[in-house]
Nanobody, 121 residues
Framework: QVQLVESGGGLVQAGGSLRLSCVASGRTFGGYRMGWFRQAPGKEREFVATITWIGGGTYYADSVKGRFTISRDMAKNTVYLQMNSLKSEDTAVYYC??????????????WGQGTQVTLSS
């Protein structure tokens, strides 16, 4: 049973930084891509970033490119999302995801429970 457990969310001022973590367990993730999605109040869930577990190749949504960085620590089975220059529109619940390479990054198989990120002005 794959489990994805996020942490690191909280209240942060606009312009600040936050790092989210996701501990993954339940299988080996070779051949998988890990990712982050978010859902703001009243909006649809949207893709944020993805990284391949073995190769480390990354891809970002245009809205976060240059501000967010996704990374992984294979020894710790952990995926990170470093968020810098945060804006009010980054307020959302952030979800960690996992899915096999070869399937769409837009529809991952596994989801964490989410962690809230709230920007204050």
């Amino acid at each position: 049973q794959v489990q994805l457990v996020e942490s690191g969310g909280g209240l942060v001022q606009a312009g600040g930084s936050l790092r989210l973590s996701c501990v993954a367990s339940g299988r080996t993730f070779g051949g998988y891509r890990m990712g982050w999605f978010r859902q703001a109040p009243g909006k649809e869930r949207e893709f944020v970033a993805t990284i391949t577990w073995i190769g480390g190749g990354t891809y970002y949504a245009d809205s976060v490119k240059g501000r967010f960085t996704i990374s992984r620590d294979m020894a710790k089975n952990t995926v990170y999302l470093q968020m810098n220059s945060l804006k009010s529109e980054d307020t959302a619940v952030y979800y960690c995801t996992a899915g096999p390479i070869g399937t769409s990054y837009k529809t991952p198989n596994y989801w964490g429970q989410g962690t809230q990120v709230t920007l204050s002005s």
